[in-house]
């Protein structure tokens, strides 16, 4: 078993930034990869980055690649968003997830554990 506790998140004006970390505990040795996925009101769960902790390799949604960079610290089992240039369309609830094995890292079924998600507003 593996839990997701996310912080960060909050209201930013567009422009702005900000970066959400996601601490997992538990069963480390089975924790695969991370991902980031958002979901705005009336809108389906949309992939935003990922990290496989073996060799850190890091995937994105080419819409985002260039503002939001996914990182992660091995040591403290905790990855992060870094989001940047904000714009009010970002605004969603985004979620942590974490998988046990490898596979496509933006289908979202594919996720074995989940965070308990965190707003981001962005205000135009």
């Known amino acids: 078993q593996v839990q997701l506790v996310q912080s960060g998140g909050g209201l930013v004006q567009a422009g702005g930034s900000l970066r959400l970390s996601c601490a997992a505990s538990?069963?480390?040795?089975?924790?695969?990869?991370m991902g980031w996925f958002r979901q705005a009101p009336g809108k389906e769960r949309e992939f935003v980055g990922a990290?496989?902790?073996?060799?850190?390799?890091?995937y994105y949604t080419d819409s985002m690649k260039g503002r939001f960079s996914v990182s992660g610290d091995t040591a403290k089992n905790t990855v992060y968003l870094q989001m940047n240039n904000l714009k009010p369309e970002d605004t969603a609830v985004y979620y942590c997830a974490a998988r046990t094995n490898d596979g496509r890292m933006s289908v979202a079924y594919e996720y074995d554990y989940w965070g308990q998600g965190t707003q981001v507003t962005v205000s135009s």
């Open positions: 538990g069963r480390s040795s089975s924790n695969y990869a």
């Open positions: 990290i496989r902790w073996s060799g850190l390799t890091r």
